[in-house]
């Protein structure tokens, strides 16, 4: 069993920056791949980006691609996004997830685990 806790979302104005935090307790995420989903009210969960457990792979959504930066801390067993230049439409609700695939799979129903959900507004 894996427990992933969101933290960092807010609010902050068009062209600002926020650092998302997943830290993972329970069982070791060491054979893990980490996912970023965002969802808006009536609209399905999209991949934003992914990151091996090594770190030396990642993905991401072209919508975030040179935007948006994974990383991972794996002595704190914790994975970050940090999200730079946002827009307006980058305003939602963004969760973590792990699956213990190796690759980093865009589809949310391949992750087994996932956190509680963290709010991001961007403000025009």
């Known amino acids: 069993q894996v427990q992933l806790v969101e933290s960092g979302g807010g609010l902050v104005e068009a062209g600002g920056s926020l650092r998302l935090s997943c830290a993972a307790s329970?069982?070791?995420?060491?054979?893990?791949?980490m996912g970023w989903f965002r969802q808006i009210p009536g609209k399905e969960r999209q991949f934003v980006g992914g990151?091996?457990?090594?770190?030396?792979?990642?993905q991401y959504a072209d919508s975030v691609k040179g935007r948006f930066t994974i990383s991972s801390d794996n002595a704190k067993n914790t994975v970050y996004l940090q999200m730079n230049s946002l827009k307006p439409e980058d305003t939602a609700v963004y969760y973590c997830?792990?699956?213990?695939?190796?690759?980093?799979?865009?589809?949310?129903?391949?992750?087994?685990?996932w956190g509680q959900g963290t709010q991001v507004t961007v403000s025009s």
């Open positions: 990151i091996t457990y090594s770190g030396g792979s990642t």
């Open positions: 329970g069982r070791t995420f060491r054979s893990y791949v």
């Open positions: 997830a792990s699956t213990r695939n190796s690759y980093i799979f865009r589809d949310s129903r391949v992750y087994d685990y």
